[in-house]
């Protein structure tokens, strides 16, 4: 076959090598289709080896293990180990025979609930597209459309800051100070467990937010890759204070750890605020008595708008934070109620003026 001048020899068709005439009629017919439908790539042809899925997708994740946080790719691994590669042990498939329709029975047969097959899904296309970047198919396959995933959007918990105070008042006075500061700062756990003291820079009263725990592990960037200044809120300033002078890199330690100077483990935290929630009369889990918490406040108590919120957050989108307005009904109700004076009357003012 000449391609742009240059002849090439191919030997396989769909993996089997051309014993038989009517396997290299096949191939010619296929070929000519390709030249005539304006898509033919000889890379289909000559380098195009079927590849079986199980085997790909172990290949893949081995190679992603060090592009990804731990966190990620430990849902990763569990997507490939207990969801994917069952499914394609009955379903056996090479990794060009995917299609729409292949995609849509292994929606349907995850075990998972909506997120979770998402997450499976996701999982799948990332190999799939690292197979299409490597020549091993021509095309990524369309995916099921996200309203097949069953997702229902939750509306977040939250309590008042009345409640949330009692909650961290509640807990050991020597432990308190990790609390104030993401009630006050809207971050994730695994950031204050991160924070060094260096991260704290005087001149411009502020943190820097530039390293997470994921999965256990210290990762040298946040969960978005993203640095963030944040400034510190004058209501944890006198805490900061009287917090003691201890040795070791971070900003919080547990002062009854095992380790002198270590960070805090999350589970510990986990644990610190179940046993304040209980003490005080509250369910509630820590991410949503915090940071949830803290951003409906800003909403519902103390009137931000949700442009105000992002900014404070530091979200990229918009739509991260339009779940704290799902639940605004003080923010509803001032504006329902706000005074509004008719156009005509302002003008009749400027007239009689």
């Known amino acids: 076959w000449v391609h742009k001048g240059k002849p090439y020899k191919i030997y396989k068709y769909n993996g089997e090598y051309l014993y038989h005439k009517k396997l290299a009629e096949k191939l010619l017919a296929c070929m000519q289709a390709d030249e005539e439908g304006g898509f033919f790539r000889i890379e289909k042809y000559t380098r195009e080896v079927p590849t079986d899925v199980i085997p790909y997708l172990k290949k893949w994740i081995e190679l ?6 731990p966190a990620t790719y430990k849902d990763y691994l569990n997507s490939v180990n207990n969801h994917l590669i069952p499914w394609f042990k009955k379903h056996p498939l ?10 849509c029975q292994l929606l349907a047969d995850i075990k998972r609930a909506g997120k979770g097959k998402l997450n499976v899904m996701y999982c799948l296309r990332r190999c799939l597209d690292y197979a299409w ?8 396959p369309p995916f099921p459309e996200k309203r097949l995933y069953g997702i229902e959007p939750k509306p977040i918990r939250w309590i008042s800051e009345e409640r949330q105070v009692k909650i961290i008042q509640a807990i050991p006075e020597e432990h308190q100070p990790i609390f104030w500061w993401l009630k006050y700062h809207l971050r994730r756990p695994s950031e204050a467990m991160a924070l060094y003291k260096e991260d704290y820079d ?3 009263d502020s943190f820097i937010i530039r390293r997470a725990f994921s999965n256990k592990q210290l ?25 003691p002078k201890t040795f070791g890199p971070y900003f919080f330690t547990n002062p009854t750890g095992r380790l ?45 708008s949700i442009d105000e919120l992002q900014m404070l957050t530091d979200h990229a989108r918009r739509d991260s934070v339009m779940q704290y307005a799902s639940v605004q009904l003080e923010a509803k109700r001032r504006i329902l109620e706000r005074k509004v004076i008719p156009l005509g009357e302002i003008r009749g003012k400027d007239s009689a003026k």
């Open 133 to 140: 970047k490597s020549g091993r198919i021509l095309a990524l």
């Open 202 to 204: 005087q001149a411009t």
């Open 260 to 304: 002198k100077g270590q960070h805090y483990q999350h589970d510990y935290l986990v644990d610190l605020w179940h046993a304040a929630c209980a003490a005080v009369g509250e369910e509630i889990d820590m991410y949503a008595g915090l940071k949830h918490s803290s951003c409906s406040q800003y909403v519902n108590e103390k009137g931000l």
């Open 219 to 243: 990762v040298e960037h946040t969960k978005t890759h993203k640095i963030h200044f944040i400034p510190c809120h004058s209501g944890f300033k006198p805490i900061m204070d009287k917090m």
């Open 64 to 69: 992603q293990e060090a592009h990804l946080s």
């Open 94 to 103: 090479n990794v060009h025979e995917i299609r729409y329709d292949t995609l």
